[in-house]
């Protein structure tokens, strides 16, 4: 089993609508969890954090359940610009951060 | 301020040829990782520094890969003799030591295609 396990899509969605995503992890002793968004042929780059308390950034949310170890990426209103790879990331220990596989999200006019 | 630059972003070569990846990470930044990424996948740890040790290099594959920090900035990741399953794209990423925020800097990648 994979140490973060993301559903890899795509999930096909019209401007305007709201999708989101799960992630799960196996290992209880992660620290702290993040969302990053790799677009095609790019480089990944942070979108966000997950806090214990969920949070919020515009259209995007993030919540974390520790107890049933999953994470979420909501996204509402979706843009053309939101189509991309997200990637969930768990950091366990120092520095040490281990990627998700990936959802792939396309958004059509 | 510059980012993560990597060199080459291209590299085509035939299978059992030695291929080498360069990097520079963002001033300052005293951690630097090398990640594989294949097709449909995230990215994989294969080496992390802090300064010039290398303090993680469970996941590299030390029969064909090596790489070196030696002055502590740039980085350099050797394959050699690289093999068909190879083929995936080496990206470079930086961090401040110490920081919490889970954000990596990472370069636009050097993608090798082994033939």
Redesign the interface.
Known sequence: RKE?EQD?GPFNVPEGATVAFNCTYSNSASQ???WYRQDCR?????LM?VYSSGNEDGRFTAQLNRASQYISLLIRDSKLSDSATY?C?V?KGF????????TRLLVSP | EAGVVQSPRYKIIEKKQPVAFWCNPISGHN?LYW?LQNL??????LI?Y?NEEAV?DSQLPKDRFSAERLKGVDSTLKIQPAELGDSAVY?CAS?ESG??????F????SRLTVL
Do not use: A, I, W
């Open positions: 973060v890899p702290s969890f993040f790019k480089e990944p780059k942070l954090s990637l990331v950091k520095q040490k951060l281990v990627f998700g596989t990936g | 951690t990640y449909g996948q995230g990215p994989e740890l992390r802090e993680d990206l961090s920081s919490n925020t889970g954000e990596l990472f370069g636009e990648g």
